[in-house]
């Protein structure tokens, strides 16, 4: 079944990501591994036939990595807690100048649940990620982002374009080298297979650049009275020059590119309003006001430039509707979130159980169940497929 | 609809201007053909009408464009997308999405049409090309033809008033080069637009072309009716020039107006006569000594199989091309053949030197056949015509018992057995001159850079100096190069792949020559049946990787029309290909009376 593609894939990333917050509530091995089931049954049926459907893989991997290496850094470093003995390695303590840290010793099986409990948390997390990225894909988000950063996204698109290209040229020219008798080794090795695949590339380039101009990419509207400044009319409303080189641009335009440069110095500014004041409400325990008030400035400074800029006349072609299943989806993901706040704020040691007395992973039925709810996006999703289908 | 107002155009660094006072007007509803050698300026020409020259190459331009009444130095390509809609040469590079449906929405969403607008102009260009079938397909996964059908789409969802096509069949086999011309042609009936088409395959658009434009060396230019135009051009395709050999005024444009013209002509029974007495022949057993042979060579390439269960035999000094449509597993069993690509099942044997030079003194066989027909005499330079050979003429030499597996040995070894050119063969040059990659050639064996540079100055007439960029060399001299590189390892067994994709009709012909004589064994992975026609022994044809024809030339490509040559379609059912075939047949006939 794919029924991945007929829903937005904004409604997959707030599934998504209303998934991860569940998941970064707990440590509990068994909502863990109920959550990671849940997702991974979701992204099984219900991703697409896309290149990106098959990202997953990926994903699940680099989960298994960070548990092995959490597990890797607790043998070698961790703190050690509880009675129940696993193994003792052969100790070693650094001595003054690294002083509290111990290298080996004694391996406990509390203190191993508790790295498998924050390993697990964090590579849930990535799961949740993955989820998105093969249900929704990063190139179907693009096509939604605001028409103030339509061109941002047309440059990730094209790179992401370009990317796999790029990795057949170089198995090409590779090919190609061997013909000459010669297997690039070393620097020399790596020049000789770099100059034509760069040179490749950068012909490739241009002539993708080429073919969106002679298209109309980059055409812009100015939201303004004046908008009609860049109509075929006025723009030959000047002199009529003989001779053109490379880089002319007539007066009208330059209007805009004036326009466009002052909308760019605000939101420049706005930006680095909204780190510094994100910076100082991260660094205190009480926000100061003066972040708060940068913050605020900044944030109104960067709608005002979305809001108020030049952007591009482009219109989409088929956008994804937002309709019911999509609300659904996106409440689906809320729930879970929901559910796992209960259990912290009711029964925070069953959510994020202590390293001693050593239990096994436990939880009401009731919370089994609630975490068992991230399935309920299988047939959300089904049901815009069948509303794609009609 | 176009107008060029004395146009000069100079690309920056350079002394001489690649356009030089061009006068152009073509008419609304206008096809016109441009012709000229390669590297004459058709590009540039192409490319000045919306005005990506200057804009995107720098350079000075003089003179005027005028596109519907617009100057493109005053509005800019992006502002031209609804009245000029531009095809470059690789409709693969300039693809933006990854679904054709997306592709052809993508000119319509920058010019800002509205969504239901929109819509039924995406379907209706999905509909005009036939692209229905595809709307969902990523555009990685569409043949050569379909791509090119796609681009062309991809600029109609504007409304364009002129289209311009940059070379749209050179890379495509010519069922995929009709598709597309085809569907061009309906838009011209059906929506009036205006065309003005590039294409170094003349023979393929003439017949639409209302007026030709031709492209001299020098930059300047001269547009009239087709044939006039045509006649005595460089270029010309086979078709002029066979009207030219036997005085026909003027020349017939099309293979149906001459038949026509040939069967009012009193020389035709001539030509029936000799086609006669070729097809008595059949094909006799080839004496040479085997080069190569491929037994059940199978290939997968990812999850498909590419090649099936092909053999094949190659004998010392016999050219074989590979033909088949774009994809049907010529690049693989090149590969294949060459070792790079690994093979599921079968052996590839390649005869070594010493093994050469022991067949050669064994076989006595070989050139003490007497009936060489006295017509395969008259064609001229091309060895043992007539006698090519049928694939178990040389059941003697054992499957694999002799020679060598390019695959078993390591590069360096393995170019001496088997020599290849890819499909883009810049990707073997990597040096700063030609002189350096000249030097480099054997891997620092002076002998091997000697043999290259002397193979390079027999393959080209004008010599390049060695400080040139390769990047600088025109299509036709970078393949020389190349070649000049991997024939210094003097390999038994030559591979090219799309060897004519650009060149022009006298760069074939040079390419042509050379071949038949330099003796040595090839596989030519090709769509060009004229050039197969005119260089080639035997014909191999692939079809979803399984071999489906393999015979001598005039039978192969005798038995189907999307294999024929234009000669072969006007005077079938002879069974000549060529015009020289025609010339040649003629005077024999001539002289024996």
């Not at chain 1, 049954?41 to 991997?61: D, H, K, N, Q």
């Not at chain 2, 509005?75 to 609804?82: G, I, N, S, T």
Request: include cysteine.
């Amino acid at each position: 079944m794919t029924c991945g593609p007929g829903i937005h894939p904004g409604a997959w990333w707030l599934w998504a990501l209303g998934v991860s917050y569940a998941v970064s509530q707990t440590t509990n091995l068994l909502l863990l591994g109920l959550l990671a089931a849940g997702v991974c049954t979701v992204v099984l049926s219900c991703r697409g036939a896309a290149p990106w459907g098959r990202a997953f893989g990926g994903f699940a991997w680099l989960a298994a990595f960070i548990v092995g290496v959490r597990l890797a850094f607790h043998v070698l470093v961790g703190v050690r807690t509880g009675s129940h003995v696993v193994v003792r390695l052969p100790e070693w303590t650094p001595g003054a100048w690294a002083a509290g840290l111990r290298v080996g010793g004694v391996i406990t099986l509390e203190g191993l649940a508790g790295a498998l409990g924050e390993g697990g948390r964090l590579a849930v997390l990535v799961l949740c990620l993955g989820a998105a990225n093969s249900l929704a894909g990063s190139r179907r988000l693009l096509k939604v982002v605001p028409g103030a950063l339509y061109e941002l996204g047309t440059a990730v698109v094209v790179a992401l374009t370009l990317a796999p290209q790029l990795v057949a040229a170089v198995q090409r020219v590779r090919l190609a080298r061997r013909l000459r008798g010669e297997a690039p080794h070393g620097f020399r090795g790596m020049r000789s297979v770099a100059v034509p695949v760069l040179t490749d590339a950068l012909d490739a380039s241009l002539h993708l650049a080429e073919s969106m101009d002679a298209r109309g990419y980059g055409r812009r509207v100015q939201r303004s009275t004046r908008s009609t400044l860049r109509s075929p009319r006025a723009a030959t409303r000047g002199g009529a020059p003989t001779t053109t080189t490379a880089g002319g641009a007539p007066e009208a335009s330059r209007r805009v590119h004036l326009a466009g440069n002052g909308v760019g110095i605000v939101s420049a500014v706005s930006l680095v309003g909204v780190a510094l004041g994100l910076y100082g409400m991260a660094g205190a325990s009480r926000t100061p006001t003066w972040a708060t008030l940068v913050l605020g400035a900044g944030v109104l400074g960067s709608i005002g430039a979305v809001v108020l800029g030049p952007r591009s006349a482009a219109t989409r072609y088929r956008p994804d509707p937002w309709r019911a299943p999509e609300w659904m989806l996106t409440t689906v993901g809320a729930l879970a979130a929901v559910g796992l706040v209960a259990a912290v704020r009711r029964i925070p040691d069953v959510a994020n159980p202590p390293a001693s007395p050593l239990r096994w992973p436990d939880a009401p039925l009731w919370l089994v169940a609630w975490c068992g709810s991230v399935l309920l996006a299988i047939p959300v999703a089904g049901l815009a497929d069948r509303r794609d289908r009609r | 609809m176009i107008r060029f107002d004395r146009v000069s155009f100079t690309y920056p660094d350079q002394e001489s201007p690649s356009l030089r006072d061009v006068d152009l007007t073509v008419d609304e509803g206008e096809w016109c053909l441009v012709a000229g050698r390669t590297g004459s300026g058709k590009s540039t020409l192409l490319r000045a009408v919306n005005g990506l020259v200057p804009r995107f190459s720098g350079g000075v331009l003089r003179g005027s464009v005028t596109v519907a009444g617009r100057s493109t130095s005053e509005v800019k390509p992006r502002d031209l997308a609804e009245t000029v809609g531009f095809v470059g040469q690789d409709p693969a590079a300039g693809f933006v999405t990854e679904t054709v449906e997306e592709e052809l929405a993508y000119a319509p969403e920058q010019l800002g049409l509205a969504p239901t607008v929109m819509r039924t102009r995406v379907e209706e260009i999905l509909d005009l090309l036939g692209l229905d079938g595809l709307r969902d397909r990523p555009l990685r996964s569409l043949s050569g033809g379909q791509q090119q059908r796609v681009a062309i789409g991809s600029v109609l969802t504007a409304h364009p008033r002129v289209l311009v096509l940059d070379e749209p069949t050179s890379a495509l086999d010519p069922t995929a080069a009709e598709d597309v011309l085809g569907a061009v042609a309906r838009l011209v009936h059906d929506i009036g637009v205006t065309v003005l088409i590039a294409e170094h395959r003349i023979e393929r658009v003439v017949h639409f072309a209302d007026t030709v434009l031709e492209l001299r060396d020098d930059g300047t230019a001269g547009k009239g009716a087709p044939g006039d135009v045509l006649a005595g051009l460089a270029v010309a395709p086979p078709i002029v020039v066979l009207a030219e050999a036997l005085q026909w005024v003027p020349p017939p444009l099309s293979v149906r107006a001459a038949r026509r013209r040939l069967a009012a002509d009193p020389r035709r029974g001539v030509i029936d006569r000799v086609g006669g007495d070729d097809r008595a022949h059949a094909a006799e057993p080839d004496a040479r000594p085997v080069v190569a042979t491929l037994d059940s060579v199978s290939v997968r390439r990812g999850d498909v199989g590419a090649v099936h269960d092909v053999s094949l035999r190659v004998h010392r000094g016999e050219i074989v091309a590979l033909m088949g449509r774009n994809g049907s597993g010529k690049s693989s069993l090149l590969w294949a053949v060459q070792g790079s690509l690994p093979r599921v099942t079968g052996t590839v044997r390649v005869a070594d030197g010493t093994d050469r030079e022991s067949r050669a003194t064994t076989s006595t066989v070989s050139s003490a056949h007497g009936d060489v027909r006295w017509w395969g005499r008259l064609l001229g330079g091309r060895p043992a015509a007539g006698r090519v050979g049928s694939v178990e003429g040389q059941a003697g030499h054992g499957a694999c018992t002799w020679g060598v597996d390019p695959a078993a040995l390591p590069a360096p070894a393995a170019r001496h057995l088997v020599g290849m050119v890819p499909q883009t063969p810049s990707d073997l040059l990597y040096h700063e001159t030609v002189g350096e990659e000249l030097d480099t050639a054997g891997g620092g064996d002076a002998g091997a850079a000697a043999r290259a540079r002397s193979l390079l100055a027999s393959l080209l007439s004008v010599t390049i100096p060695d400080r040139s960029h390769p990047r600088d060399l025109s299509e036709g001299q970078r393949l020389a190069l190349v070649l000049a590189l991997q024939l210094s390892a003097e390999p038994a067994l030559l591979l090219l792949d799309e060897p004519t994709r650009g060149l022009d009709v006298p760069g074939k012909a040079d390419l042509a020559r050379w071949c038949r004589s330099e003796g040595r064994a090839a596989i030519i992975a090709t769509h060009d049946v004229e050039f197969v026609a005119d260089v080639a022994d035997r014909v191999v044809v692939l079809s979803h990787g399984e071999l489906i024809a393999d015979g001598p030339v005039r039978e192969v490509l005798g038995s189907t029309p999307m294999l024929s040559t234009q000669v072969a379609k006007v005077t079938a059912p002879t069974g000549l290909l060529t015009v020289r075939e025609v010339c040649d047949a003629l005077a024999a006939l001539i002289g024996t009376r």
